[in-house]
C-alpha cells in the first residue's frame, strides 16, 4: 500500500476557499480526492489520472479543481465557493489500476484524512 498524507483542511465560512495537498510514497496512475461525513458512504469528489485528465463529481463540477505536482508526489485539491454540504474529512487515494474507477473499492489505499468545516 501507499503511504499518503494529506494536509489543508481547516474552517472556513461559507463562500471560502481551501488548498487540500497529499504527499504520496510514490506516483500512481490514478489519484483521487474522496470525503464522507458520518453515517454516509465515502464518496469520490474528483479524480485525475497519469495523463492528467480529470473526472469531478456532480456536486463540485465547477468548484473544485484537482492538480497534481509529479515532481513532488504531491496531489492538490482547490476547494472555492464552499458550502456547509461540503463539510466532511477529506482522503486522498491512490491505484495502480489503468481506470480510474469512481468507486472506492477501486482504490487500495487512502490517507488518514483531513477535516473540512464550512459553516453558514
Do not use: H
Amino acid at each position: 500500500q501507499d503511504q499518503l498524507m494529506e494536509s489543508g483542511g481547516g474552517s472556513v465560512q461559507a463562500g471560502g476557499s481551501l488548498r487540500l495537498s497529499c504527499v504520496a510514497s510514490r506516483n500512481t496512475y490514478c489519484m483521487a480526492w474522496f470525503r464522507q461525513v458520518p453515517g454516509k458512504e465515502r464518496e469520490v469528489v474528483a479524480i485525475i489520472d497519469n495523463f492528467g485528465r480529470t473526472k469531478y463529481a456532480d456536486s463540485v463540477k465547477g468548484r473544485y479543481t484537482i492538480s497534481k505536482d509529479s515532481t513532488k508526489r504531491t496531489l492538490y485539491l482547490d476547494m472555492s465557493s464552499l458550502q456547509p454540504e461540503d463539510t466532511a474529512m477529506y482522503f486522498c487515494a491512490t491505484s495502480g489500476s489503468s481506470y480510474c474507477y469512481t468507486a472506492k473499492t477501486g482504490y487500495n489505499s487512502f490517507g488518514q484524512g483531513t477535516q473540512v468545516t464550512v459553516s453558514s
